[in-house]
């Protein structure tokens, strides 16, 4: 059986290989449950050692990421269910499952907030989630997994919409949450990527659970929004020149 990709370039690190892996550009494993059957899942050309490190990277921010979503929202059907699983030890399929379970739950502690005040603009937290008390549950992403998660978003996407690689220093990427009880604050930058986007932008939902949409100014820069499980909102942009 032929192999999809060969003797090209690693979308990431830009390494020539004969033989490289699918790395899919939305992770696999993220696709809500609402994901119509027949939705293509979009993959790229990486070498094994960047699929591999990238793949650690998106299950650590998926734990994070997962546990702000509503079981209700079709955008995001299934995807509480399926992170709860990896925080419930009663569930684990035999001992060592089990462990790993234990060990997932006391890696998230040190990054759980309760509070019952919403931090303004762009925000290092997923959330939230209310309670009865009105409070809320926000969990910490640290840009250690943000930036290398959005930034290979990115590069797949430029190798899709417009087979293109890019340079390991994307300009500028950048994740909001905007909660529907506080107006988007997003800056003047964002406010203006978002004009283009609107004006000269194409929209390509993936099921549900992923839109993007995505402009060329009339610097050849690519502008990318992109919206995850109706919850996660990635902004960048890559020039390239």
Request: glycine share 4%; net charge positive.
């Amino acid at each position: 059986m032929t192999k999809k990709f060969e003797n090209q370039y690693c979308i990431h690190c830009l390494g020539y290989f004969e033989e490289l892996t699918d790395d899919h550009i939305f992770p696999k494993s993220w696709y809500p449950d609402s994901t119509p059957e027949n939705t293509e899942k979009w993959v790229a050309p990486a070498c094994f050692e960047c699929n591999n490190r990238l793949g650690k990277i998106e299950e650590e921010a998926y734990k994070k990421f997962a546990l702000s979503v509503s079981k209700n929202d079709i955008a995001a059907s299934g995807v509480s269910e399926k992170v709860t699983r990896l925080y419930n030890p009663s569930l684990a399929k035999n001992e060592k499952d089990k462990r790993r379970k234990e060990a997932n739950i006391r890696k998230i502690i040190p990054d759980l907030l309760y509070t019952d005040k919403m931090p303004k603009a762009i925000m290092k937290n997923c959330g939230p989630k209310k309670d009865e008390s009105s409070k809320l549950y926000l969990v910490y992403v640290p840009f250690q997994l943000i930036n290398p998660f959005a930034e290979k978003l990115i590069r797949g996407l430029e190798f899709k919409f417009r087979n293109k690689l890019v340079d390991p220093n994307i300009r500028r990427t950048q994740i909001t949450y905007v909660p529907e009880e506080v107006n988007n604050v997003a800056s003047a930058e964002m406010q203006e990527l978002n004009d283009i986007l609107n004006r000269d932008g194409i929209k390509v939902d993936r099921g549900p659970g992923f839109v993007v949409r995505h402009a060329i100014d009339k610097y050849d820069t690519s502008l990318y929004h992109i919206t995850i499980w109706g919850k996660i909102e990635i902004w960048g942009d890559v020039s390239n020149k």
